[in-house]
């Protein structure tokens, strides 16, 4: 554990008992997301890798248009 979390730790445990609920469920909550996150990007890396792949072709051969999204 890091000095920081360890200080926050701290921090929170002399927090009522309900508060520390709460910043605990955050918390959970927030590394199952991250976790979740992870594991969306690790799935969908080769489908990135072909999307890439075929973007460049598009641009070597002219066919990437430029926009300016905020132009009609």
Do not use: Y
Not at 34 to 57: F, G, M, P, Y
């Amino acid at each position: 554990m890091t000095p920081l979390l360890s200080q926050a730790f701290s921090k929170a445990g002399v927090l009522p008992e309900a508060l520390q609920e709460q910043l605990a469920q955050q918390l959970l909550d927030d590394i199952e997301a991250e976790l979740k996150w992870d594991r969306t990007l690790e799935a969908s890396q080769e489908a990135l890798s072909k999307l890439a792949n075929k973007v460049a072709a598009d641009r070597t051969a002219g066919r990437i248009k430029k926009m300016v999204f905020d132009e009609p």
